[in-house]
């Protein structure tokens, strides 16, 4: 016998996961910089350099010393939005990273594939992803029936339509 979950409760639970994703991101990032922070003050390390991105226009060693802009980290999100139009399923986060850097987008950070996860989780609503849980990212204005997700405007529309 199949188990169906109600359309309400699939967008509850689509919120929640959402909401999941971004504390376990957020989560990872304080534990690693606490970890970074505590073996540096035990082996007197110098602190970590700032964030590096080279983007396909990047080619200097100035430009390389200088952290991502903000514009530079929106390219890198909004890179990730057109891999999963490409592909047409959600996208892991582990995968985006490697087809954006592929793109010519690296981050020189010691864990660029966590560090562009939080880009994507800041970056989240101004591209236009959500997060399904069990899929990987996906454009928000799109639904996507195996995670049963239907996105909140055409939910309103069926509301007003009933």
Request: hydrophobic share 40%; net charge positive; charged share 25%.
């Amino acid at each position: 016998m199949m188990n169906h979950i109600s359309h309400n409760n699939a967008v509850r639970l689509s919120k929640c996961a959402t909401l999941l994703a971004k504390v376990s991101a957020d989560l990872v990032e304080v534990t690693s910089d606490l970890l970074m922070q505590t073996s540096r003050a035990n082996d007197g390390t110098p602190p970590r350099q700032p964030e590096v991105t080279e983007t396909p226009s990047s080619a200097s060693a100035k430009d390389q010393a200088k952290p991502a802009s903000k514009a530079e980290v929106l390219a890198s999100v909004k890179a990730g939005r057109d891999v999963i139009g490409q592909q047409n399923r959600p996208v892991q986060v582990s995968i985006l990273y490697r087809e954006v850097s592929g793109r010519g987008f690296v981050i020189r950070r010691q864990k660029p594939v966590s560090t562009y996860a939080a880009r994507i989780r800041d970056y989240r609503k101004r591209v236009g992803l959500i997060f399904l849980e069990g899929f990987g990212w996906w454009m928000v204005e799109r639904p996507y029936p195996p995670a049963n997700y239907v996105p909140e405007s055409i939910i309103r529309i069926g509301k007003n339509i009933a």
